[in-house]
Structures are given as C-alpha cells and as structure tokens.
C-alpha cells in the first residue's frame, strides 16, 4: 500500500509541476525505482503494486480492468504470478481502450514490458509447469 501512496503522490507532483508528461515521467521513474531500489542494492520488487498504482493514475475504468484481469487469471489458474504478469499486459491496452494521453499509454506500456522482465523466472517455472499454486489459508 505504501508503495501505491508513493507513486501516486509522485504523479499527482509530476503532473502538477509538469503535466502529463511529467506524470508519465514520474510513474516510470517509480516502477524503475521499485524494481530497483537504491538502498536495497537494486534488488526490489516485481513492479506489481506500483504498476496497481499506475492503473489508477490512468483512470478507475483501466484500474477495475487490470484488477478484473488479475483476480480472474489467479483464480482460474490458482497462480498468483499469471495473475500479475497478465494484469500487467493488459494495463497498455486498457489505457488505450479507454483513451490515455499517448504518454501515459507509452508509459503503460513499459511498466508492462518491466512487469514481464521482472518475472521471468515464475515465467521459466509457468512453462515447465513448476510454478506453486496459491493457497488461500484457511481459518476456523
């Protein structure tokens, strides 16, 4: 969630100081940064949740798409990972669907392109068919 607040606060100053390519340019820099952050020695996240945040940035029609992809594409397959590389793919396109500035589409489009990079090892295991299930726990 964190991750999410900080993307949004820096697109929302992105776009206020600049515009939308300021915005664009700010949700970039974010996925590039979480990914790879500094002070972890370049070793972050899988760009999952700031891409979430870049969904919304675009629009809450793009952010209900990816989540209905996502949640739909974990629950069919029970893999979180196809889940997320799917959503992912499908941000670019939706932002296009629902008539994104072209920076923000070209923004879009490399936070997929970093989504699909950043996960090409459960992508290797998708493959060879040893990627784990999710297992949602159970409670009494």
Avoid: Q
Avoid at 39 to 54: E, I, N, P, Q, W
């Amino acid at each position: 969630l964190l991750d999410m607040l900080k993307t949004v606060a820096a697109m929302l100053l992105g776009e206020y100081f600049m515009g939308g390519a300021g915005k664009a340019v700010a949700g970039a820099f974010c996925i590039i940064g979480h990914c790879f952050p500094l002070y972890f020695g370049f070793r972050g996240g899988k760009g999952v949740s700031v891409g979430a945040a870049l969904g919304l940035m675009t629009g809450l029609p793009v952010l209900g798409i990816i989540m209905a992809v996502f949640f739909t594409t974990a629950a069919i397959s029970r893999k979180v990972s196809l889940g997320s590389v799917t959503a992912a793919v499908s941000l670019p396109l939706a932002s296009w669907l629902t008539l994104a500035g072209e920076e923000i589409i070209m923004m879009n489009v490399f936070s997929a392109a970093l989504v699909v990079f950043m996960h090409r090892g459960n992508i290797s295991r998708l493959i060879k068919g040893t990627e784990p299930d999710f297992h949602p726990k159970k409670t009494d």
